[in-house]
Every structure is written in structure tokens, then in C-alpha cells.
């Protein structure tokens, strides 16, 4: 199993995986019966999530293509490429592309070769599925269109990433630097931070989780 999420009414719950199904169940607390699965035969799951107003399911994986799943309708669509980036391009460098592959590079800002959707996640605001791609470049896809807005480069190689509670603000770790004060020796493999943001954890290849603290204001209506 490779993702696992509770839909925002808190009754129905999405597992995906390696398997190309998705999977969703009616949570009772009782018999939690399976609701509905979709196999996607040419998909093996490494991400899949809710979309903000749960009314569909996108999912990701080892591939240049994802798909997403319309639960209003029943309907699974297939995005072939995000288009404005190069993404389900060849992974050959754009100088060795087809001349008409060049000009569409240029008309649309291309250059990326990203072949992978793997590490995807959803902004809480439901504006964007943010895709953790090549050299330390995170890559914005508007939730909907389904194209490329636009592109966030940290330094290093991206390995994590989390929002917070409301979208304002993205955090990245990478193989050289972390977005609050926690140790940069540690290799992180996984990000999460408390809801308005004042405890940072992150999951290195050690033994333990560390905590961290991140001080930003709280909410007006949490004020004192």
C-alpha cells in the first residue's frame, strides 16, 4: 500500500498502491465495506489523494501520465502530459528532440525531463497538485485545469515537501538544506509539521523522529 487518505466527510477511505487499484471503503467502524475499486492497467500507484472539495481522486506514479477519478460521475480520465512543461516528453535532452518537439518546447517554456509523477501531493487550498520533480524543482499543476502553472527550484535534490494548514506557505527538505530550523545533516525522507505550523517533525534513515519548532504567527481568531 502506497497511499491512504480519508476523504474530507470522513466516511469514505482511499488506498492505493503498487497494484494499480484504487480502492475506496465505507468507514463504520463495523464491517467497513468496499464501496468501489478502479484498475488502472497501465498505472502503479505511488501517490493518490482527494482533491480539497472530494469530489474526485487523482493518482500518480513511475509515470508521465496520472489519472483522476470523478466520484460525481464515475468517470476516470487520463491526463497523457501537464501540459507547459516537458513532462510525458522522451527523456532524450531537448537538443535532441524532432524539430517540431523544439518549437513546441519553445512555445510552451519546456526544458524539464521529469519521466515520473511518483511524488505527488495536493495544496489544502485545492488550487494545485504540486509535483516533487527533477533538480530540486517542485512543479505546480493547477487542480483545475490539470496544466502547468508554475515552478518552485530549491537548491540540492528535493526529497520532501508539506503545506500548511492553508496552503499560504510550502516546505521543502532536500539533500542539502531544510525550509525551517531543523539539523541540516540529517537525510529526510519524510516532512509533516503540526496545523499552524509550531512543530516541525521529520523522519530521516535513523531510528527516531525529530521534532522541530517553527515560529509563525497563529491564526487572528487563536489569538489572545
Known sequence: MQALQFHPNGQLLLTAGYDKTLRLFHVDGKKNA??????LPDLPISSAFFSHDGEQVVATGRRAFFYYYDLQTSQVSRVARIMGTS??????????ATPAERVLAGSL??????????????????????????????????????????????????????????????YTSSSTSISTSISTRLIIASLAHSRFCVVVSCGSRWPSVHLGHWYAPLPPSLRR
Open 34 to 39: 468496499k464501496v468501489q475499486s478502479m484498475f
Open 109 to 170: 517554456h519546456l526544458g524539464r525531463s521529469e519521466a515520473s509523477l511518483e511524488r505527488a501531493l495536493p495544496s489544502p487550498d485545492g488550487k494545485y497538485i504540486v509535483v516533487l520533480g527533477n533538480d530540486g524543482t517542485a512543479v505546480f499543476v493547477s487542480q483545475a485545469t490539470k496544466q502547468w502553472a508554475f515552478n518552485l527550484k530549491i537548491n540540492g535534490t528535493l526529497r520532501s515537501a508539506s503545506f500548511s494548514h492553508d496552503g499560504s506557505t510550502f
Open 87 to 96: 513532462l510525458g516528453l522522451r527523456r532524450s535532452p531537448l537538443a535532441a
